[in-house]
């Protein structure tokens, strides 16, 4: 199919924060109502209607140092296979060639077979875990971390300077910053299931230590999408009752762009890097 055949893509705008809700509800994802907001704010949401119903997306995110995320590729059960999700990641692409960006992105397995072919190449691995019934609510732990100390750990590990990100789920009701014995974490709500990321630590025990007074402070599920190769922290986790979910494949479309000091623990969340 020709770039230009089918139906019409469209730039998105604020008020299609529900519909988009809508689709990424329908793929049983975590984002809330505030999370679409980020990338309909910042970044740049394509998408196809069908009459009016919104069925398919793709979101573009700026990052600095001529980096982009992309993400919320999602093309309603009704509408797949039918070259949707590959003209508006294309349509992504096509932005970030005008702009000079190299576009990163983590797939889901259905989402590494749309992108494999269009050129994106393997990079890191993550893995999802979830623990449905965490401690016993204690007390959260005391901590004097602060958004400026998250945000100069997230650009050491991620070569990014994501304060605009880190700012918005910080000034969230939900949300905490914790931090103790060189780990840093930040707390914030999802749809079903609360979420811990990113976390940084100087090494696999500490990280540990850091989920873990985490979960004994929460009532609900939670999530934590951890980079695979962090083995000792991925063991102690499903040694802890965390459950791998599924996995994500980092991709990367362009040349190699950032400089990254240390490798986290766990990213912000698949739709964010
Ligand atoms: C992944 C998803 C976005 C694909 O949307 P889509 O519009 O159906 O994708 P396309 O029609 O553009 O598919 C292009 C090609 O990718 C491959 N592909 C797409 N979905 C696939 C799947 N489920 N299994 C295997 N290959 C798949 C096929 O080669 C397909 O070409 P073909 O239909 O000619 O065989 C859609 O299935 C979806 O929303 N899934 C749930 C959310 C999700 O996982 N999103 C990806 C996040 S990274």
């Excluded at 009459?51 to 797949?80: D, E, F, K, Q």
């Excluded at 393997?122 to 999802?128: A, D, M």
């Excluded at 994500?248 to 190699?256: I, K, L, T, V």
Aim: net charge neutral; with cysteine.
């Amino acid at each position: 199919m020709d770039a230009t055949d089918g139906p019409a893509i469209h730039k998105l705008g604020a008020d299609d924060a529900i519909a988009g809700l809508a689709l990424s509800t329908e793929a049983h994802w975590n984002q809330t109502e505030e999370d679409w907001r980020i990338f309909l704010r910042d970044g740049i949401v394509f998408g196809i209607r069908d009459g009016l119903r919104l069925v398919a997306t793709a979101a573009l995110l700026p990052y600095s140092g001529n980096n982009a995320w992309i993400s919320m590729v999602l093309v309603s059960g009704t509408h797949r296979r039918r070259g949707l999700a590959t003209r508006l990641v294309d349509a992504c692409l096509e932005t970030a060639r005008k702009n000079g960006l190299t576009s990163w992105l983590d797939a889901t397995p259905d989402g590494a077979a749309v992108y494999g072919p269009l050129g994106f190449t393997p990079t890191l691995q993550l893995r999802r875990l979830k623990l449905v019934r965490p401690g016993r609510a204690e007390a959260p732990p005391s901590s004097s971390a602060t958004i400026d100390a998250l945000r100069a750990r997230d650009r050491r590990a991620t070569g990014l300077d994501r304060t605009a990100l880190l700012e918005a789920f910080a000034q969230r009701s939900g949300s905490r910053i914790v931090s103790a014995h060189g780990a840093i974490a930040l707390v914030r709500d999802g749809r079903t299931a609360r979420h811990i990321g990113p976390l940084f630590a100087d090494n696999a025990a500490a990280a540990l230590a850091q989920v873990h007074a985490i979960t004994r402070s929460e009532t609900g599920p939670l999530l934590i999408d951890a980079i695979a190769s962090q083995s000792a922290f991925l063991d102690g986790l499903t040694a802890s009752g965390w459950t791998i979910e599924r996995p994500f494949q980092r991709m990367r479309f362009g040349p190699a762009t950032t400089a990254a000091e240390e490798l986290p623990f766990a990213v912000a969340g698949p739709e964010f890097g």
